[in-house]
C-alpha cells in the first residue's frame, strides 16, 4: 500500500490476556521499527528490524513483550498477560534507508487494558 | 543515558506570524535529526531532516537550524495556518538504528 498500515486501530482487552498488534510497512522498505505513545508523552522506541539482520530489542519493557518479522515485511508485536500501565498507543514505522526522508509512521494502535 | 528534550512544551502563535520550535540534544555523536508534526489521533508525520554536516535547512514554509555547539536544534514556521495545529516533535537518530524522540511542544495557532 500506499503507507503504514496498522490493525487493529483500537483494542480494548482484559488484564492478563495477550494481544497481537499488526504492521504492514510500505513495500520495498527494508527497516521497521516499533514504538509505544504514552497519553501526552513522546514516543518510546520498543524494537528495530532491518533487512535479515538481528532485530535490536533493546526497548522492549519486559520478558512480556516480543515481536517478529515475517518474510521482512509484516510484523506482529505480542504483549502476554497484558497489564493497565500497557495502555497505549502503539506505533508502527517503516524507512527505506536511514537518513533518507525520516520515518513513515502508521496511525497506531490504541491499546485499552481494562 | 542520551536524550531529546524540548524547551518549551505549549506554545500559542497568532495566525500570520512565524513559529519557532526549540529543541535540544545531549548526543554529541547524532549525526541525524527529524522533526515530526502529530496531529490527534494520527501517527507522527515527516517535516524535515537535517544531518550534522549542515546547519540550515529549508523546505516549504519551514526551516529547521542546527547548532551543534549547543546542541540545539529548531523548526521554524513561517506564516502559520490554522492546519499547523499540532504536537511537533525532535528525533534525534542515535547510533545507525533507533530514532530517539522528545516529550514534544504543543503548537496552537490563536486567530
Known amino acids: 500500500g500506499a503507507g503504514v498500515s496498522q490493525s487493529p486501530s483500537n483494542k480494548v482487552t482484559e488484564k492478563g490476556k495477550d494481544v497481537e498488534l499488526r504492521c504492514d510497512p510500505i513495500?520495498?522498505?527494508?527497516?521497521l521499527y516499533w514504538y509505544r505513545q504514552s497519553l501526552g508523552q513522546g514516543l518510546e522506541f520498543l524494537i528495530y528490524?532491518?533487512?535479515?539482520?538481528?532485530?535490536?530489542k533493546s526497548g522492549l519493557p519486559s520478558d512480556r513483550f516480543s515481536a517478529e518479522r515475517t518474510g521482512g515485511s509484516v510484523s506482529t508485536l505480542t504483549i502476554q498477560r497484558t497489564q493497565q500501565e500497557d495502555s497505549a498507543v502503539y506505533l508502527c514505522?517503516?524507512?527505506?534507508?536511514?537518513?533518507?526522508?525520516?520515518?513513515?509512521f502508521g496511525s497506531g494502535t490504541r491499546l485499552t487494558v481494562v | 543515558g542520551e536524550s531529546v528534550g524540548l524547551h518549551l512544551p505549549t506554545l500559542s502563535v497568532q495566525e500570520g506570524d512565524n513559529s519557532i520550535i526549540n529543541c535540544a540534544y545531549s548526543?554529541?555523536?547524532?549525526?541525524?535529526f527529524i522533526w515530526y508534526k502529530q496531529e490527534s489521533g494520527k501517527g507522527p508525520q515527516f517535516i524535515i531532516d537535517?544531518?550534522?554536516?549542515?546547519d540550515k535547512r529549508q523546505g516549504q514554509r519551514v526551516t529547521v537550524l542546527l547548532n551543534k555547539t549547543v546542541k540545539h536544534l529548531s523548526l521554524q514556521i513561517a506564516a502559520t495556518q490554522p492546519g499547523d495545529s499540532a504536537v511537533y516533535f525532535c528525533?534525534?537518530?542515535?547510533?545507525?538504528?533507533?530514532?530517539?524522540f522528545g516529550q514534544g511542544t504543543r503548537l496552537t495557532i490563536n486567530p
Open positions: 528490524f532491518q533487512g535479515n539482520s538481528a532485530p535490536d
Open positions: 513495500s520495498g522498505h527494508t527497516a
Open positions: 548526543n554529541s555523536a547524532s549525526d541525524y
Open positions: 528525533a534525534e537518530n542515535e547510533g545507525a538504528q533507533k530514532l530517539v
Open positions: 537535517i544531518r550534522s554536516n549542515m
Open positions: 514505522a517503516s524507512s527505506f534507508h536511514r537518513g533518507q526522508g525520516g520515518y513513515t
